[in-house]
Nanobody, 115 residues
Framework: EVQLVESGGGMVHPGGSLRLSCAAS????????MSWVRQAPGKGPEWVSG????????YYADSVKGRFTIARDNAKNTLYLQMNSLKLEDTALYYC????????WGQGTQVTVSS
């Protein structure tokens, strides 16, 4: 079955950095666009970033543009999200999702930014 397993979350101070990883299996990873979606406590899901199947095109929500970078390694079936200059409002559960619309999601990894 399709499996998406996120890792790399944790607790950081404002201005810090984290790199999230998503290990994919159960499908041809290189054939799919991929996305990151997050959900903060008490709020609905927010699309964060997307990348096409080859990795040549990437897309970002205005709230993270210039601070986050999405990348993928198709040889390793892995999706990444490099997060720099983290803010308190970045605190959320971060999900790896298949396709830009997200037909499958992982279980998520928690990112907590606190002072």
């Amino acid at each position: 079955e399709v499996q998406l397993v996120e890792s790399g979350g944790g607790m950081v101070h404002p201005g810090g950095s984290l790199r999230l990883s998503c290990a994919a299996s159960g499908f041809t990873f290189s054939s799919y666009d991929m996305s990151w979606v997050r959900q903060a406590p008490g709020k609905g899901p927010e699309w964060v970033s997307g990348i096409n199947s080859v990795g040549g095109s990437s897309y970002y929500a205005d709230s993270v543009k210039g601070r986050f970078t999405i990348a993928r390694d198709n040889a390793k079936n892995t999706l990444y999200l490099q997060m720099n200059s983290l803010k308190l409002e970045d605190t959320a559960l971060y999900y790896c999702a298949r396709a830009l619309r997200g037909d499958y999601w992982g279980q998520g990894t928690q990112v907590t930014v606190s002072s």
